[in-house]
């Protein structure tokens, strides 16, 4: 019945404005200021990124490259908005009626580019989409705590979750809650190069690895109305040509692929803006409890009594990126410094003594892995620092193995080394998805680690509804894991964008997830 309305409300749409367009010809008024002059011209921005896109499809491959145009072309119930931590309604306004139930309540008259009635029907059909395809890479994982979804009515969707989970307002606002049209995706695949949503922008052209255009979906209703007419997205190859893009013209907006000495110089030079945010990718090294040496904690926290992070900034990355104390960064709930309480400046006899009281005989040898493209241009300088550090100490001998990625990553889940290089962007802005990787078994970035009492404190977090006791387990689950040290925090990142000295509103496009929200720009 659902399809049937839908389609009836289209097609009475469309033959609304044929007639709206008849009954307009050869007459001017006050809403035609344009008849008899020059048409404006529209306001095209031009972005140049090295991404790559997997999938348009928000069931599909979930990486960054994807997320910049799904959180574009796509709406959420909910979202983050500057200045806001906390989730705020966008096609919906959603609460909690009981600990495991979530009732949305959907804002009237939202549609497709296509013409067809957003409803309750396509939300339902959106999540239970995405849970039965489970595409490997993709985010069916994040709503592991959903049971259903069901419809009382056509603007109502309510959330029934199979325990407490405080973080559903959060998994709300990620690219892996867009809501599709039921009409245009099939239920049993991926439709990874086409896209049908109501965000701000519609597809309107899309090469795969070359090119995408967008244009403004004038019939969004959302906190994020196009300030611009269209978008044309180009998908280079190499830091160089995106360079070549922005300081010849060619592009109006450029991000994701500059190394620090490129920015350094194109703020020098003064011909385009670079604008930085706050990024939410961390970085950091993590042992492997596999290794008969990285599974001993005096180990891992003589290593984390010896790691200078300002030293490490500076010398791999030119004070690109910023020193991290903790797996949270700066600026989450319940954020605490938790590895500089711990351990404080880096102190060589303080190392010295917690191996000899565990009975070692230094120096220890310690095989550090790495990756040289995944991480960019700074990964080599970061672990040549590292090993500088601890074997200034004399307390470790460090042997540095790396390898290509994809294999880099089997070897280090498999344990190969005792101490790898990682790195991690959040699926959504909250503290406790910085958590659960290192504590939870099955997680992105599972280590071997098992502790009791992490999991428990990951319980009651997840669980906790008053955001004060929520925060009060987050900081003891951080102070936890400063004091077992499986994995070692290194720096926080920043998201910097390029643009010609025209274009307007950089900043308000940048998200902390590092993707960039095109409706801003302007020029």
Not at 472 to 490: W, Y
Request: with cysteine; hydrophobic share 40%; proline share 7%.
């Amino acid at each position: 019945m659902v399809t049937v309305l839908k389609r009836r409300a289209a097609w009475l749409a469309a033959v609304g404005l044929l007639a709206g367009s008849f009954a307009a010809c050869g007459k001017s008024g006050p809403d035609r200021p344009n008849e008899g002059g020059a048409t404006p011209k529209d306001l095209v921005i031009k972005v140049a990124t090295t991404d790559a896109v997997g999938s348009l499809d928000p069931a599909g491959p979930y990486e960054i490259g994807s997320r910049t145009l799904q959180s574009n072309l796509y709406q959420t119930l909910l979202t983050i908005i500057p200045g806001k931590p906390t989730p705020v309604p966008e096609a919906a306004d959603c609460q909690y009626d009981a600990p495991t139930t979530y009732t949305c309540s959907l804002k009237d008259d939202l549609t497709f580019p296509n013409g067809h009635e957003l409803t309750s029907s396509d939300v339902k059909f959106s999540f239970e989409r995405m849970l039965k395809l489970k595409t490997p890479g993709g985010p069916a994982g994040l709503f592991a705590s959903l049971a259903s979804v069901t419809t009382p009515d056509k603007l109502t969707a309510v959330f029934t979750l199979k325990k407490p989970d405080a973080r559903l307002p959060y998994l709300l606002t990620t690219t892996a809650a867009s809501i599709v049209d039921e009409e245009f995706y099939p239920a049993t695949k991926l439709l990874a190069d086409k896209a049908m949503g109501s965000g701000p922008y519609e597809l309107k052209s899309y090469q795969p690895g070359s090119a995408a255009v967008l244009g403004k979906f004038k019939k969004y209703r959302g906190s994020r109305a196009a300030q611009n007419d269209s978008i044309e997205v180009s998908f280079l190859t190499d830091a160089a040509s995106l360079t070549q893009a922005l300081t010849s013209g060619k592009a109006d907006v450029g991000f994701h692929g500059f190394g620090p000495g490129t920015l350094d110089r194109l703020r020098a030079g003064g011909e385009v803006q670079v604008v930085d945010a706050g990024s939410a990718e961390i970085r950091f090294f993590s042992f492997h409890m596999r290794s008969v040496v990285a599974r001993n904690p005096a180990v891992r926290r003589a290593v984390a009594q010896l790691i200078d992070r300002p030293a490490l900034v500076k010398k791999a990355h030119g004070d690109h990126v910023t020193p991290l104390y903790s797996v949270v960064p700066a600026g989450f709930a319940g954020q605490v410094d938790a590895f500089r309480t711990q351990y404080k400046e880096p102190n060589k006899t303080a190392a010295a003594a917690i191996l000899r009281e565990a009975g070692f005989t230094t120096p220890v040898t310690l095989n550090v892995g790495w990756t040289p493209f995944q991480y960019g241009a700074g990964a080599k300088a970061e672990v040549l620092e590292l090993k500088r550090q601890l074997e200034a100490s004399g307390l470790f001998k460090v042997v540095l193995r790396s390898a290509d990625w994809p294999k880099y990553l089997q070897q280090a889940r498999a344990g190969a080394y005792d101490l790898y290089q990682a790195g991690l962007f959040p699926d959504y802005l909250d503290s406790g998805d910085y958590l659960q990787p290192f504590v939870r078994d099955g997680g992105m970035f599972q280590n071997g680690y098992r502790s009791s009492a992490a999991n428990k404190l990951m319980d009651q977090e997840i669980a906790e509804q008053n955001q004060i006791e929520r925060e009060a387990s987050l900081t003891e689950l951080q102070v936890l894991l400063a004091a077992d040290a499986p994995v070692i925090p290194s720096w926080q990142g920043r998201f910097t964008v390029v643009a010609g000295k025209s274009v307007e509103d950089v900043d308000k496009a940048l998200s902390p997830l590092s993707f960039l929200y095109f409706s801003p720009l302007r020029k």
